[in-house]
């Protein structure tokens, strides 16, 4: 379990640190990869706190599935979007515009039970149909 779960953190730091792609212009195309790696930084620092609770007090790692799950979720979400052509006139565009003008106030609602970011107006995630 333990080994598996620092393999995902280090899979993870090297695959979004390494992300590039061409269809998206710079600034967008670094946008999301500083959100995806905020995200991501936030959700392996739980992880990290449920690996330290068990080494210090034993208490077992029960919600490293669904932190792990997460992290899934999240990647697979951004590069959906890193992949998208779509993206240069769909909504989500908008929202990386203005996300980019307003840096830290990020535009996206992310879903509490798979963690992929949604449109700012949706009430249902898109992913898994939680509401939101
Ligand atoms: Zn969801």
């Given at each position: 379990?333990l080994e598996k779960v620092a393999d995902s953190i280090k899979h993870g730091y090297k695959e979004a640190s390494s992300y590039a792609h061409k269809k998206l212009d710079e600034s967008?195309?670094?946008?999301?990869?500083?959100?995806?790696?905020?995200?991501?930084?936030?959700?392996?620092?739980?992880?990290?706190?449920?690996?330290?609770?068990?080494?210090?007090?034993?208490?077992?790692?029960?919600?490293?599935?669904?932190?792990?799950?997460?992290?899934?979720?999240?990647?697979?979400?951004?590069?959906?979007?890193?992949?998208?052509?779509?993206?240069?006139?769909?909504?989500?565009?908008?929202?990386?515009?203005?996300?980019?003008?307003?840096?830290?106030?990020?535009?996206?609602?992310?879903?509490?039970?798979?963690?992929?970011?949604?449109?700012?107006?949706?009430?249902?995630?898109?992913?898994?149909?939680?509401?939101?």
């Amino acid at each position: 379990m333990l080994e598996k779960v620092a393999d995902s953190i280090k899979h993870g730091y090297k695959e979004a640190s390494s992300y590039a792609h061409k269809k998206l212009d710079e600034s967008k195309r670094l946008t999301y990869i500083a959100m995806r790696n905020a995200e991501l930084k936030k959700l392996y620092s739980e992880l990290g706190e449920l690996y330290y609770k068990e080494v210090k007090f034993n208490e077992p790692m029960l919600n490293a599935k669904k932190i792990i799950t997460k992290i899934e979720n999240t990647k697979r979400h951004w590069e959906d979007k890193l992949n998208s052509e779509a993206v240069e006139s769909d909504e989500y565009s908008q929202e990386v515009k203005y996300t980019t003008i307003n840096k830290n106030k990020p535009n996206f609602k992310f879903c509490q039970e798979c963690n992929v970011g949604n449109s700012i107006n949706a009430t249902q995630c898109e992913h898994c149909g939680a509401r939101l």
